[in-house]
């Protein structure tokens, strides 16, 4: 018993999926209205300052005692306007709309042609780009196919790239370099994708696309966090040099440089649904998440390299925005990590640790920004950016769909036939009962004790669903995942097989079933064979699940364990791994199994360490067992899909179950 406590312990510590606490979402969600109240009196102050200055600006910070104001063709001159309509978003008051739409005015004219650098869709997309969308005014429109033209002429067609900013002609910053290209740029792609999408330029799209694709593969390092500055030689495309910019050393991370890449390829992901820009959106998000110099409260020095400095609430602001969105493209396990990670930055940010009081900080929302340390400018400041993207994220968490109330689920389903079903938010499975071994028309002649698989990429239950037919076929992905896996009488994905004297001994379907227990978050359940019974334990957050066996009576058998089909290795040039000194096989079964592209299967069985070395055996079949003597026995079946995105490779999955089976016999 204290051996069995201590697998599940370890299991659950494994794969512990930080879900959002629902409790930080409801009470972040109770904050709302007070936030956005707060921040409408801080901007009404602010907009009663801005009367004080002329009338075609724009404020940015307050630093030493004053507001500082900047003109239209600075990068954040469309912050305001943004945070404005923001206001309007939420609140519906016009009193925001009227405001909104008199500071983006104050942008339309002088920015409409401006090319003098690439911040085009900071200025015009933040601000017009928000009315476009709030309004529909057709002016906004027009404007943004303007800047998107303005934008486009910044690009290099041999190189691919848009040009951040000139280099200069005589001494100074970056004299010397000859094509400049920062992570910042990312985020003007959203007003080509706008454009392209929007009777724009299609060249618009192929820049963004582009400009995105080569960012991807110059701009981050292996362990995936972003550079802020390249120089490229136009002649060769070669990167001749990186420059650390805002940020504190040239191989540190800035983290607003870092921040701007997490947004804007989740953006980008959006736009194009080209997978390689997700997978790139989620190895930034993680390297933030994981970066052991972020502080508890989510919100990063102005550097990771650079512990114990100013924080850098911009950056942290970006990042909360960025993976909101990123939760809802990623697999389940991550989604979870990102929306918790977001929750917590925001209630942070919303706290009087960084949300100033009215009448302090210039009535900026935020404290505690750094714009450009390295420069000595804008250190621990509010800055406008801040504001507008917290405003953007606060909003994006009111519209986040509540978190699934259970992620597990098991259950008798005989309105398909006879089937016994479990599932967790990585993968599903169904054992076959006994009506099933009937002939047609009430059965259908199977008899089985092997288990099927049903992959997911929902973190929900589904499959109660799929067996009642509700949601159209299952073998047919419909967005939520599928049944492409194939049991028949084979031992699929985990079943049992036993031998005796005479060879393989395999049972008929389960006799009966039970359902022990269920919480949101696992699920116990019991089916009943002739010869053994075994107990399945489902737990939420975990690609494996528990099985634990106990062999009744005097059973025919010697040997017994659990298999796993490979028969589709041979046929479609699969690949397994075996390691018996860990004790188990993990199989990857390539795409194409059902003749069609739906995603890679992930399989695998452990055995929980026991007395004895597992024993390798095979069957005619193609299904390959862990044996051991007869006795009770646990073990773990391990399920993926590449459509879940979770694991994309044969080796990202053979390390997961290497390490599941290593710490599981660490922890005996
Ligand atoms: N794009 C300039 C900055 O992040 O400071």
């Not at 080569?214 to 292996?222: K, L, N, S």
């Not at 069985?605 to 597992?614: D, N, S, Y």
């Not at 290497?658 to 710490?663: E, G, L, P, Q, Y």
Request: charged share 25%; net charge negative.
């Amino acid at each position: 018993m204290r051996h069995a406590m201590t697998v599940t312990i370890v299991a659950a510590a494994i794969f512990a999926v930080q879900a959002a606490v629902p409790a930080d979402e409801a009470k972040l969600k109770a904050q709302l209205p007070s936030i956005f109240e707060k921040a409408a009196d801080h901007y009404r102050a602010l907009l009663e300052a801005m009367k004080a200055h002329e009338p075609d600006k724009f404020p940015k910070r307050f630093q030493d005692g004053k507001l500082v104001v900047i003109p239209p063709k600075d990068w954040c001159s469309g912050f305001f306007p943004g945070s404005l309509w923001y206001l309007y978003e939420y609140t519906k008051d016009s009193f925001w709309k009227d405001q909104a739409v008199a500071y983006t005015e104050r942008l339309i004219e002088p920015l409409r042609h401006d090319a003098s650098n690439h911040d085009v869709g900071f200025r015009t997309y933040c601000s017009a780009g928000n009315g476009l969308r709030l309004t529909g005014d057709k002016r906004y429109a027009e404007f943004l196919h303007d800047t998107s033209a303005a934008l486009r002429t910044r690009f290099d067609d041999k190189l691919g790239l848009i040009r951040s900013w000139n280099s200069p002609k005589k001494g100074g910053g970056h004299f010397g370099t000859k094509y400049i290209v920062i992570i910042d740029n990312m985020m003007n792609l959203e007003l080509l994708e706008w454009d392209a999408k929007n009777g724009g330029d299609p060249k618009s799209d192929k820049i963004a696309r582009s400009q995105a694709d080569i960012t991807d593969a110059h701009h981050y390092r292996p362990n995936g966090s972003a550079y802020h500055i390249l120089d490229y030689d136009p002649d060769t495309c070669r990167v001749r040099a990186h420059y650390s910019g805002q940020g504190g050393n040239v191989e540190g991370t800035w983290a607003r440089g870092h921040a701007w890449g997490i947004y804007g390829f989740t953006m980008m992901y959006r736009e194009t649904r080209v997978k390689r820009y997700l997978e790139r959106a989620m190895s930034a998000a993680d390297y933030w998440l994981d970066e052991p110099n972020l502080p508890e409260d989510g919100i990063s020095y102005w550097d990771f390299s650079f512990v114990g400095e100013e924080r850098d609430i911009s950056a942290s602001a970006v990042t909360a925005s960025a993976l909101l969105e990123l939760q809802e493209f990623a697999p389940p396990s991550k989604a979870a990590k990102y929306r918790a990670a977001a929750v917590k930055m925001l209630t942070a940010m919303a706290s009087p640790a960084y949300f100033a009081k009215q009448g302090e900080n210039g009535d900026f929302l935020l404290m505690h920004s750094v714009g450009h340390k390295p420069g000595n400018s804008e250190v621990n400041v509010p800055l406008n950016y801040a504001d507008y993207y917290f405003l953007e994220a606060l909003l994006r968490f009111s519209r986040l769909a509540p978190l699934p109330e259970a992620s597990v689920d098991c259950g008798y389903a005989p309105y398909r036939m006879d089937d016994f079903y479990w599932e967790n938010d990585h993968f599903g499975m169904r054992a076959y009962g006994p009506v099933i071994m009937e002939p047609a028309p009430k059965g259908q002649g199977l008899v089985s004790s092997g288990f099927d698989l049903f992959n997911k990429c929902v973190p929900y239950p589904v499959l109660e669903k799929w067996l009642h037919g509700t949601e159209g076929s299952y073998h047919k992905n419909h967005g939520k995942g599928m049944d492409n896996y194939k049991v028949a009488a084979g031992r699929g994905c985990g079943g049992i097989g036993a031998l005796n004297r005479d060879g393989w001994f395999h049972e008929k379907n389960w006799k009966a079933q039970r359902v022990i227990s269920k919480t949101a978050t696992e699920a116990v359940f019991e089916l009943e064979y002739e010869t053994y019974t075994v107990r399945g334990t489902v737990t939420a957050g975990t690609p494996f699940m528990r099985f634990d066996v106990t062999p009744k009576g005097e059973p025919p058998a010697r040997m017994i364990g659990p298999g796993l089909d490979i028969s589709a290795k041979r046929q479609h040039d699969g690949l397994v791994k075996i390691d018996l000194d860990n004790g188990f096989i993990a199989n990857y079964e390539p795409e194409g199994v059902d003749g069609k592209e739906n995603g890679s299967i992930l399989t695998a069985i452990v055995l929980a360490p026991g007395e004895t070395r597992p024993v390798m055996a095979s069957d005619a079949e193609g299904c390959i067992y862990l044996m051991q003597p007869l006795q009770s026995f646990t073990y773990w079946v391990g399920a993926g899909w590449t459509g879940a995105g979770l694991f994309r490779t044969p080796d990202e999955w053979y390390a997961c179950v290497r390490d599941f089976a290593k710490r599981l016999r660490a922890a005996k």
